[in-house]
């Protein structure tokens, strides 16, 4: 990635207070984010949504299940499903974009592509990988360059935003990341069914959601759908749901100031006890000293 277009993301910033360490800045272009570190960070745990991240500076590593991945500036992240992820920031300054991929312009875009004979690079053995890493592609660098250009002339973000997301996905397509995009644009492969669930998971975390409603959201007999789950998102349906409860209830004591024992049964937790061990085991603290650590580093950043 160029200095250039380092600079173009950085300015219409440049006023802002450095985030914390692995925090997400949301840009007035939707669909398209920033992180943006200062300082290496701990390990930061979240469900990610499909999407691609162009790295212009510092190195980060995720981790999901058994597998890690490290990538640096010049590369790009895919991640192809919703996926619980830990990552963390090895290098900094750190400075990344985040575009969310839009499934039905991926549709809409590799049926066009292919009544044109566009189809993009053929695909390779790690094509079937939910989260991949590899150069990013000129075409696609250059065309974040010019929807970036954006935030400097706000009232030309309405009228041509559209227009760039869409080139965007375009050479993403056409690119490394093609075969894997390609994937799950499809509107019936298993990633979209499994995301139908995901979608429910997500709407109805804190509540009890039985597997045979959550095959049927994917059209799939319970035993496939589980099959299928795991296979995408490297959890159960049960673990998948519980690491969104950990997470959300994680955020509200971070960001409301909730307390641990209110913070369980917001999220659906009946024991409190359960929820602090379940809590301990992912995020290595118990939830009032996690919680107590993460403001003090939020305000260490801010400060800094």
Not at 70 to 75: K, L, V
Not at 186 to 193: E, G, L, M, T
Not at 284 to 296: C, E, F, I, K, V
């Amino acid at each position: 990635m160029s200095e250039t277009l380092c600079q173009t993301v950085l300015r219409p910033f440049a006023s802002l207070p450095e985030a914390h360490a692995g925090a997400q800045v949301l840009t007035p272009i939707d669909g398209l984010s920033l992180i943006r570190s200062a300082t290496p960070s701990g390990i930061e745990h979240a469900i990610s949504r499909p999407l691609a991240c162009l790295v212009l500076q510092g190195r980060k590593q995720v981790t999901t299940g058994a597998d890690t991945v490290a990538f640096g500036a010049g590369d790009s992240l895919l991640i192809s499903a919703d996926l619980p992820t830990s990552s963390q920031v090895t290098a900094a300054p750190y400075l990344s974009l985040v575009i969310d991929l839009d499934f039905a312009l991926i549709a809409e875009l590799v049926e066009e592509m292919r009544s044109a004979g566009a189809n993009g690079r053929d695909a390779d053995a790690a094509a079937a990988a939910v989260v991949r890493v590899a150069p990013t592609d000129a075409e696609t660098a250059d065309a974040a360059q010019r929807l970036l250009r954006l935030l400097d002339r706000p009232e030309s973000i309405p009228v041509l935003h559209g227009a760039l997301m869409r080139e965007l996905h375009y050479w993403l397509l056409a690119g490394r990341h093609g075969a894997a995009i390609r994937r799950i644009g499809a509107p019936d492969s298993q990633a979209r069914r499994v995301a139908r669930a995901v979608a429910l998971l997500r709407q109805d975390y804190a509540r009890p959601l039985p597997v045979e409603r959550l095959a049927a959201v994917a059209g799939m007999s319970p035993s496939s759908f589980h099959a299928h789950f795991r296979a995408v998102t490297s959890l159960s349906p049960l673990q998948f749901q519980k690491q969104l409860r950990l997470i959300e209830a994680r955020r509200l004591m971070v960001a409301q100031g909730i307390p641990a024992s209110r913070a369980a049964f917001v999220v659906g937790y009946e024991s409190v006890p359960q929820f602090t061990r379940e809590y301990r085991r992912l995020f290595g603290l118990p939830p009032g000293q996690d919680a107590d650590s993460m403001r003090q580093a939020m305000r260490a950043s801010a400060a800094a």
